[in-house]
């Protein structure tokens, strides 16, 4: 009599165990071939979300880099209170860029800017104001810049585009708060999917598992097979998706550049072989916890 | 006369009640001793399949103490089960094959489950299958077989571990009389090495060329109890020990 | 002797080959007339379930001609074979027994899909389970029956459409002597109100005691065929057909 | 013997075959659960999907429904060319306003834009040319707008937000389509995985299917109660779905509006009895499309 405690590894159960999870893999093609279907699509729009999400936000500073402020300042303000401002604009850490120009270039750059439309001859002295030209590092601080720019003395009147930016701003914190409620779901989907995919799997099994469990199999001993399928499953559906993304990127990225040709996408930083490796590990990790609970939940009764 | 040896088999008492309100088995005490060939017969749905199903806990006892080969089965932990089981030999009536294993692989299974070294089972599995005579079917599955082969394979099944208890229900109920004969010359080939068989059947034929311990039971109790039993309840000792 | 009357089953030179190559008839000729009873003998794996199959076409004949009560099964349209099956009553070897219903709705089932009245079907259910004994167990579902009650649920099924033939294999494998003998008087009553029966059996008691023609198989072939046969080549009318 | 070919209904046949269903569909609760819920998910999805459709292109119009473009007028230009101009800009169909704005007012807008940085009283003469002052009904229009008056006699030149108005065009442009695509997917990934879940449904219930065959059962009598079941998974969460939405118009609709006051989001016109009727009718069409299907490929074998 075998003493079932001693477990002895051999080839022969190795290649046992390897043609068991094959068989099961390969018998319901159909089945697997959905199941690595959805993982794939899953996957593959969870790619495309991150790649959006990157994009837009790309994007939305792009559209925004060239807003900036202007800081108009007094008539009367005195050559202390200018320097005094340049500092205080040198030492926020938000702001990117900080720029003096003299009244005299600001009416040479009105002049440009309506292109001879001011007769400037007809006037006997400069009536613009000197002003400083501010850049934030990003679109988002320059409300809050404003704010405090036109609390410093000697400073008139602080101008950018308000409203537009504005608006930018609050269409882009709500895109965000969608996007992640959007990836929230799309997660719990794709866990109740391959989830609900392989405990059908089982319970399509569950006359096999009961016998099995009658002739002496432990647990651990029924579900291997069926959390290697999940891994199976996952990490296959998880290259597919890969496949699929760099595909994509191959085919549409010159239509994107094409059509957007001021962001700057392929300056995006995105490390490939991580993150090939951190969406196989997502799909290998649905596979394996959906398994898991699935073939336990039909072990137990 | 009783012995005594421990038990290898032990009903104390035993009373089963199914979800639905059957009481399939009602104060059931038996012993049956390591070496011994018990018949279990009775009418069609008075327990049969319900007292060895007890044995190798599919069923749990509503009330009794059962004692298999040391092990208390009505206390034993979920966790322990698998283990009682692969010291079993069981022919199941409706033989529970894995329908997408070959013979072979059936066979092999419930020896791979106790963790056999891969040598030992190539050498086991096919000389069970010949025992039984299914040697020339070990490829195929069994929705490839006739019912009596299936029979077959689920007794080398029962077989390949070496147990040292093998229970049988209805073993012979698919297979003409030459294989019926064939399989009761193994069962109690087996039984002479030391191995404690306990069969449970409606064929006649069987139990009186047999002439072993004869276990009656009627709606779920024991009414006789002969060591040198028939069928029909003949000239055998009767004991009845409860009912 | 032959009558000239067309026969209710016909099989002329039908041989069987499963896809994994197993001949499982070889050339069968055989005839069976309305009202006939017929046993159908042989060890196992001899083609006997092979050869039912083949009249409700769950296998196809690989070669040869078959009539069933004047339909050329063996060329039936696939459309037209759930109305062939609804004129067999059949008594599978594994049962085949719906495990989601209850044994009342089990045997409903065969009647409610040709389309029969409800009225009809409350009446003549509860009929046909008084005639198998199990009246008692309607309502409880196959997983919570032995298995000669399940095996009288299937019998039950069969019969619920008073059909023109019965197709019964191994019908009293898990029964015991009484129900035996109960299940074959049924069985002989249904014959007498004229349908045609056709039995594969391994139960020597039941051919012998009943003296019916028996078909014997022998490795695909039909070997011997009696008019007043014993399970064992015996006494009566030998007239080998084919082999 | 009964005449298969006679159906005659009755009531306890009706009955019979709801108790079927409703059997079936209760039996396996997880299953269902799941099946509805991806329904649901899916439909709630779709549902999201239109309606951020939609509020993009509102919002996106209403970013740039400020955007005007300001044609300058040459200060040599006579009162007939101003005629024409007015004419031709009013004959345009993408033109929403035109207005005249003399060089007086121009100035007091100036004066009041850079609020008295400009000192007026310098000026001898008005510097500032006349212009008009134009909207157009799309922003899409915009740049050809702005093109074809840069061509009219008169006309000085012709200024708007060129370089964001353009950038947010394209923006739009490509969302737009990507956004299509992500529609395509949805419903294609719906479908694979309602034909999936029902497929293993059927799958797991080959053997009965096999059983119910042997007894004489058509095709039709077993695959009704699976396509019923399929319709119902689709109507429930179609159902479902529509809650879901109702509920999340409800609770998130106010800080909705509260994040984006600027855009008039209750205007957008949505017969909500329709849009139920349509969301319940994909989840119907979808149930049953992929149930019949599913049970087909099963009844074949
Ligand atoms: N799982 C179950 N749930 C509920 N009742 C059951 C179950 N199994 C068996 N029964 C009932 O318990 C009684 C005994 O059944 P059992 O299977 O032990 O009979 P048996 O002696 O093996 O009969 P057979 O000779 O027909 O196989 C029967 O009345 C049966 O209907
Ligand atoms: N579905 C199948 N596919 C392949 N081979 C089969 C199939 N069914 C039966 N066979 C083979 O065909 C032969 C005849 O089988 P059949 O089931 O007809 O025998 P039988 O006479 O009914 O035997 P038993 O008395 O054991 O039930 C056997 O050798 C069996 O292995
Ligand atoms: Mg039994
Ligand atoms: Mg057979």
């Known amino acids: ?301 | 006369m009783k012995s005594p040896l421990p038990a290898m088999i032990s009903l104390r008492g035993v009373t089963l009640v199914y979800p639905n309100g059957v009481r399939a088995l009602d104060n059931v005490n038996l012993e049956i001793e390591k070496g011994d060939f018990v018949f279990l017969v009775g009418d069609s749905g008075t327990g049969k399949s319900s007292l060895l199903r007890l044995l190798y806990r599919e069923a749990r006892s509503t009330a009794g103490e059962i004692v298999v080969d040391g092990i208390r089965v009505d206390r034993l932990r979920r966790k322990r089960v698998p283990a009682l089981r692969r010291h079993l030999g069981v022919v199941f009536q409706d033989f529970k094959l894995l329908v997408d294993k070959t013979v072979w692989e059936n066979v092999a299974f419930a020896m791979q489950v106790t963790g056999a070294h891969t040598r030992d089972v190539m050498r086991q599995v096919p000389r069970v299958l010949d025992l039984v005579g299914l040697s020339h079917k070990s490829r195929m599955y069994p929705g490839e077989l006739s019912g009596g082969e299936q029979q077959r394979a689920a007794i080398a099944r029962a077989l390949v571990n070496n147990p040292k208890i093998l229970l049988c229900d209805e073993p012979t109920g698919n297979l003409d009389p030459a294989n019926t004969t064939e399989i009761t010359a193994l069962l109690q080939r087996i039984n002479l090495k030391g191995t404690t068989v306990v069969v449970a059947t409606h064929n006649q034929a069987v139990v009186d060329r047999m002439r072993r311990r004869v276990v009656r039971l009627s709606d779920g109790r024991i009414t006789a109890d002969e060591e040198r039993g028939y069928y029909y309840l003949g000239l055998g000792q009767t004991q009845v020990l409860s009912g």
Not at chain 1, 153 to 172: A, E, F, H
């Open chain 1, 1 to 301: 009599m075998k003493n079932g405690a001693t477990i002895i590894l051999d080839w022969g159960k190795l290649k046992f165990f390897l043609g068991e999870v094959l068989r099961n893999f390969s018998r319901n093609t159909g089945m697997q071939v959905t199941a690595i279907g959805t993982v794939a699509i899953t996957i593959v729009l969870l790619g495309l979300f991150l790649f959006v999400r990157g994009a837009l936000a790309d994007v939305g500073s792009r559209l925004l880099d060239q807003i900036e402020v202007s800081a108009y300042l007094r008539t009367d303000v005195t050559p202390a209170q200018v320097t005094a401002i340049a500092h205080f604009l040198a030492e926020d850490p938000r702001i990117a860029s900080a720029r003096f120009v003299p009244k005299k270039q600001a009416l040479a750059e009105l002049r440009e800017r309506t292109k001879g439309t001011i007769d400037t001859a007809l006037l006997t002295e400069n009536p613009l104001p000197d002003k400083f030209r501010i850049k934030t590092h990003v679109p988002d601080d320059v409300p809050a810049v404003a704010a405090s720019i036109r609390r410093l003395s000697g400073v008139d009147n602080v101008v950018y585009g308000q409203k537009i930016v504005q608006r930018l701003l609050q269409l882009g914190a709500v895109l965000r708060r969608i996007g992640i409620a959007v990836i929230v779901v799309f997660f719990a989907v794709a866990g109740i999917i391959i989830s609900n995919t392989i405990r059908l799997t089982v319970f399509a099994r569950r006359r096999e598992i009961a016998i099995m469990q009658l002739v002496g199999a432990t647990g651990t001993y029924i579900r291997l097979p069926f959390i290697c399928e999940g891994l199976l499953d996952g990490v296959i559906g998880a290259l597919l998706a890969v496949a699929l993304l760099a595909a994509a990127r191959i085919a549409l990225w010159p239509r994107l550049l094409e059509a957007l040709p001021w962001v700057q996408l392929a300056g995006m930083p995105v490390d490939a072989r991580l993150l090939v490796a951190q969406l196989v590990a997502v799909g290998a990790a649905i596979g394996v916890v959906a398994s898991w609970i699935s073939v336990g939940r039909h072990l137990r009764t």
